[in-house]
């Protein structure tokens, strides 16, 4: 039992010590042994729970993941509002993962499983998003949905990363002014 326990605090002093990397030197800054050095952990500890970076860089990303998007069991009844309130809270309240998700997103290559994780993420989002458009507007295409919730997200994506190099800039009032005329 006493070995278990060591297992999880080790993976989850590994999983934070990555998470406040990402946040503080990026994807690039970010290795194993800076992982290890943050966690004090040694190596060995590190690839007894992970077999690699990337492994717990999709770790960190499934949780970044799972914290922008709102609660699932709501999925076909949420309205556009809720969906980007979801997004802004995000950003707004979970600002170090957001950072992280951000970045991750950002430097992920294309042929990366981090990358294909993020944007499975935003397909599914998407989809979200144009269905809660043609519940609002049932008169709306699912083209013109489908169509509308990229520009949304677009523009909310757009938002964020500005948000992410100026810590001034006031993210919830402009996705909310986005919401507004592209929703």
């Known amino acids: 039992m006493a070995r278990y326990q060591t297992g ?3 993976e989850a002093a590994i999983v934070d010590a990555t998470r406040a990397l990402l ?3 990026g994807v690039e800054g970010t290795t194993v ?3 290890c050095d943050r966690a004090d952990v040694q190596a060995g500890s590190f690839y007894n729970v992970f077999s690699s970076k990337e492994q717990v860089l999709i770790q960190v ?3 970044a993941i799972q914290a922008v998007g709102p609660d699932p069991s709501l999925a076909a009844t949420e309205t556009l509002d809720e969906l980007v309130g ?3 809270s995000f950003v707004v309240d ?3 993962l957001a950072r992280v998700y951000l970045q991750m997103a950002a430097s992920s290559t294309t042929s990366s499983s981090v990358a294909r994780r993020y944007l499975r993420h935003h397909v599914q989002r998407a989809g979200r998003f144009a269905d809660a458009m043609v519940r609002a507007d049932p008169h709306l295409t699912a ?3 489908a169509v509308g919730a990229e520009v949304l997200l677009g523009a909310l994506d757009g938002l964020a990363f500005r948000w992410l190099l100026d810590d001034m800039f006031e ?3 402009h996705a909310r002014i986005a919401a507004e005329r592209y929703g």
């Open 94 to 96: 979970e600002s170090p």
């Open 143 to 145: 083209e013109d949905a």
């Open 171 to 173: 993210f919830a009032k």
């Open 23 to 25: 946040a503080d030197v």
């Open 61 to 63: 990303a499934r949780e």
């Open 8 to 10: 999880i605090r080790t």
């Open 33 to 35: 042994k800076a992982i």
């Open 86 to 88: 979801a997004y802004i």
